[in-house]
């Protein structure tokens, strides 16, 4: 059974207890990447690697497909819903029967992609293996452990996935060769992590797959599109680069990539304060805990950017080895990225859902996505676009996101001080 929360003091230790989870689990994902990672640039060489970085951001659209935006909605839902099991566990069960469906419709997609595409013909198997171990990720229920508030149980399973998975990373990988072994273990390491999170979902919190319409199915999928189709528009600045510079700088993947994992894994530590947050606004509506956080960290944060911009060309070549020439000018051109993240991740989805603007959320995503589009086009046709030039307009696209959120909350807050005055 999943107790009720009671009183806001209990609110705030679970929040800082989730929180913790949270970091713990997001810095596992980059403590083992940054470990893994420069093992796997110098083992594979910058363009096995930019191959392994090329699937990698096309599976980010996949994971995204077969999220479609359920870590918002659903987590959203579970969290007005924690104290009743049987609601919780048709949330759970609409979640995941639409999922399987957007897993076929993945795969369907992947062949359909792969007839047009030399490379991934040609890695067809490659592919198919990364696609299995984001549709297994997909499935792990952590949209319901965090509606509930509960990230103890499967943060330990994931860290545990993740050890595996890196030692044996250590053990399997020994030559370019060896890049298969990146999406097997993977597979394996997805695998543990699900069977155990759906496990002890159901004997501890009795929450488990129920029979039920296949309407209900349909209607979370309609519901959680918005929240789909913002990150959708949000990756055309993040993953999308990627892709782009396959077809016009493919030599300079695997640097953009690299330097890219160290911006990753500084927003890492980012990350869990929004994600934690987020069911606690809804209910809560605390905005001077909103205010507070930036006071703190905005600091911290802006100083350590700092010390990154200065450092980068030697921090690059301690952490990827001397191969990676660009990827010191590549991380400067991400850190404005860096600096802009936390007011952003802040005022979008905890800060507007609290107000009642949650929709704006997603629309600031749909317009920085064009701007940045304009952006490629205007930069491409100077003859200037290639993996620098990127990395800034990655950080101009971010810039754009904020503004657009600056603005609607400011605008919100007049209109209901207004309203109450």
Same mark, same amino acid.
């Given at each position: 059974?999943?107790?009720?929360?009671?009183?806001?003091?209990?609110?705030?230790?679970?929040?800082?207890?989730?929180?913790?989870?949270?970091?713990?689990?997001?810095?596992?994902?980059?403590?083992?990447?940054?470990?893994?990672?420069?093992?796997?640039?110098?083992?594979?060489?910058?363009?096995?690697?930019?191959?392994?970085?090329?699937?990698?951001?096309?599976?980010?659209?996949?994971?995204?497909?077969?999220?479609?935006?359920?870590?918002?909605?659903?987590?959203?839902?579970?969290?007005?819903?924690?104290?009743?099991?049987?609601?919780?566990?048709?949330?759970?069960?609409?979640?995941?029967?639409?999922?399987?469906?957007?897993?076929?419709?993945?795969?369907?997609?992947?062949?359909?992609?792969?007839?047009?595409?030399?490379?991934?013909?040609? &890695?067809?198997?490659?592919?198919?293996?990364? *696609? #299995?171990?984001?549709?297994? %990720?997909?499935?792990?229920?952590?949209?319901?452990?965090?509606?509930?508030?509960?990230?103890?149980?499967?943060?330990?399973?994931?860290?545990?996935?993740?050890?595996?998975?890196?030692?044996?990373?250590?053990?399997?990988?020994?030559?370019?060769?060896?890049?298969?072994?990146?999406?097997?273990?993977?597979?394996?390491?997805?695998?543990?992590?699900?069977?155990?999170?759906?496990?002890? *979902?159901?004997?501890?919190?009795?929450?488990?797959?129920?029979?039920?319409?296949?309407?209900?199915?349909? &209607?979370?999928?309609?519901?959680?599109?918005?929240?789909?189709?913002?990150?959708?528009?949000?990756?055309?600045? +993040?993953?999308? %680069?990627?892709?782009?510079?396959?077809?016009? /700088?493919?030599?300079?993947?695997?640097?953009?990539?690299?330097?890219?994992?160290?911006?990753?894994?500084?927003?890492?530590?980012?990350?869990?304060?929004?994600?934690?947050?987020?069911?606690?606004?809804?209910?809560?509506?605390?905005?001077?805990?909103?205010?507070?956080?930036?006071?703190?960290?905005?600091?911290?944060? +802006?100083?350590?950017?700092?010390?990154?911009?200065?450092?980068?060309?030697?921090?690059?070549?301690?952490?990827?080895?001397? &191969?990676?020439?660009?990827?010191?000018?590549?991380?400067?051109?991400?850190?404005?990225?860096?600096?802009?993240?936390?007011?952003?991740?802040?005022?979008?989805?905890?800060?507007?859902?609290? #107000?009642?603007?949650?929709?704006?959320?997603?629309?600031?995503?749909?317009?920085?996505?064009?701007?940045?589009?304009? /952006?490629?086009?205007?930069?491409?046709?100077?003859?200037?676009?290639?993996?620098?030039?990127?990395?800034?307009?990655?950080?101009?696209?971010?810039?754009?996101?904020?503004?657009?959120?600056?603005?609607?909350?400011?605008?919100?807050?007049? &209109?209901?001080?207004?309203?109450?005055?």
């Amino acid at each position: 059974m999943i107790k009720k929360m009671r009183g806001m003091g209990d609110e705030k230790k679970t929040l800082f207890k989730n929180t913790l989870m949270l970091y713990i689990l997001r810095f596992s994902t980059y403590f083992f990447g940054f470990i893994t990672v420069p093992y796997e640039t110098r083992v594979l060489g910058p363009l096995v690697y930019g191959k392994v970085a090329a699937a990698m951001a096309l599976m980010a659209y996949f994971r995204m497909l077969i999220d479609f935006g359920f870590l918002l909605s659903a987590t959203q839902d579970v969290a007005h819903n924690h104290d009743d099991t049987k609601k919780v566990s048709v949330i759970f069960s609409a979640v995941q029967y639409a999922k399987v469906l957007l897993i076929i419709l993945s795969a369907i997609i992947l062949v359909g992609v792969s007839y047009f595409s030399p490379e991934l013909r040609e &890695e067809g198997m490659f592919y198919f293996l990364f *696609l #299995l171990g984001t549709a297994i %990720n997909g499935l792990v229920p952590d949209f319901v452990y965090r509606g509930i508030q509960q990230m103890g149980p499967i943060t330990f399973r994931v860290v545990i996935s993740r050890v595996v998975f890196t030692v044996l990373i250590f053990v399997f990988l020994k030559s370019p060769a060896d890049y298969m072994m990146i999406p097997l273990l993977n597979i394996f390491g997805s695998l543990l992590a699900l069977v155990w999170a759906l496990v002890y *979902l159901k004997r501890n919190y009795g929450i488990g797959l129920k029979l039920i319409s296949p309407i209900v199915v349909f &209607e979370n999928l309609k519901s959680s599109s918005g929240f789909f189709l913002s990150r959708i528009a949000g990756s055309l600045y +993040t993953h999308l %680069n990627v892709l782009i510079l396959g077809g016009v /700088a493919p030599a300079s993947r695997g640097d953009y990539a690299a330097a890219s994992k160290l911006l990753t894994t500084g927003q890492s530590g980012l990350g869990p304060i929004s994600d934690s947050i987020y069911p606690y606004m809804t209910k809560n509506k605390d905005f001077k805990l909103i205010k507070k956080i930036l006071v703190v960290f905005m600091p911290i944060i +802006t100083i350590g950017c700092a010390i990154a911009y200065i450092f980068a060309d030697p921090l690059t070549k301690f952490v990827f080895g001397s &191969e990676y020439v660009e990827a010191g000018a590549i991380l400067k051109g991400m850190m404005p990225a860096a600096v802009l993240t936390l007011p952003d991740y802040l005022l979008g989805f905890p800060t507007m859902t609290a #107000l009642g603007i949650t929709e704006q959320a997603n629309y600031s995503v749909y317009f920085s996505s064009v701007m940045h589009i304009i /952006a490629l086009i205007i930069v491409y046709n100077l003859g200037m676009l290639n993996a620098v030039s990127l990395s800034w307009l990655l950080s101009l696209a971010t810039a754009w996101d904020l503004a657009y959120r600056v603005y609607h909350v400011r605008k919100r807050w007049r &209109e209901l001080n207004k309203a109450t005055s």
